[in-house]
C-alpha cells in the first residue's frame, strides 16, 4: 500500500519506522560492536530483505527527558494499551533504559542527513509550546513537499 500510495505522488506519513526499531533494540544492548551489528542488520534487513521503501525524510521529536520521566510515571490507559492487559510496558518501566533509546535515536540522526532531530525542549529542559514545535516540524517538512 505504501508503494502504491508513493507511485501515484502521495505522501506517506508513519509514525514510527525503521528507526524506532534500530533505537528500541539496539538500546537493550551496551554500547559497541554487538550493537553496531545490530543496528546493520536490522537497516540492511528492513532496506534490504524487505525491500521497505527508503523515506526522504525521518524526524525525531527529542523531547525533554524530564517530560518523558513524568509522561510515563503518569497513569495511562486506553484501546492501543489493551494489549498490555493492566500491566506496564518493559519499554518504558525503566528512565534508564528511555535515555538510552533516545540516545540512538540522536547517534542515527547525526549519522544519517534524512533524519532530522527536532529539539522540542526550551533552554531550561522544558516542553516548548505545541505551536512551536509544530514551527519546526514545517519548516522541516516543506521543503519536501514542492
Known sequence: M??????AGKVVLLDRYVYSNIAYQCAKLP???ERTRLRNWIFDTEYGDFDLP???LNLFLDVPIGFVEKSLAAHREGDDRSYLHGSQD???ADIRFQVAVRDMY???AARDAHFLRIDCGDAEGRMLPPDDIFAKVRAAVDPYLV
Not at 505504501?2 to 507511485?7: S, W
Open 2 to 7: 505504501m508503494r502504491e500510495a508513493l507511485e
Open 31 to 33: 554500547q559497541g560492536a
Open 54 to 56: 527508503e523515506p526522504d
Open 90 to 92: 518493559i519499554h518504558e
Open 106 to 108: 540522536r547517534a542515527e
